[in-house]
């Protein structure tokens, strides 16, 4: 059975640090490239970053840029996030995704609000 588990969210004040956590099972995770993205209410879905299977690529959104951090440990099957120098905006709830040559997945989501 395909697991996506998200956690680490919760609440943080402007300027202030979160590290999500994606821990995967039921799939080759080292297989997967792995992505994170949110969806504020009544926006689109937007990717914030990903990496590929193996490390050698990785992508942020100008929005997010210089500000985030995606890494991945293929040992433990889990995808990170370091999310540093917070705003209100980054608040909504943050997603992990897995793609791969056999399809995607998606997590549960976990809630970052950003708030003094």
């Known amino acids: 059975q395909v697991q996506l588990a998200e956690s680490g969210g919760g609440l943080a004040q402007p300027g202030g640090s979160l590290r999500l956590s994606c821990a995967a099972s039921?799939?080759?995770?080292?297989?997967?490239?792995m992505s994170w993205a949110r969806q504020a209410p009544g926006k689109g879905l937007e990717w914030v970053s990903g990496?590929?299977?193996?490390?050698?690529?990785?992508y942020y959104a100008d929005s997010v840029k210089g500000r985030f951090t995606i890494s991945r440990d293929n040992a433990k099957n889990t995808v990170y996030l370091q999310m540093n120098n917070l705003k209100p905006e980054d608040t909504t709830v943050y997603y992990c995704?897995?793609?791969?040559?056999?399809?995607?997945?998606w997590g549960q989501g976990t809630q970052v609000t950003v708030s003094s």
């Open positions: 995704n897995a793609e791969g040559v056999a399809g995607g997945y």
């Open positions: 039921g799939f080759t995770f080292s297989s997967y490239a």
């Open positions: 990496i590929y299977s193996d490390g050698s690529n990785i």
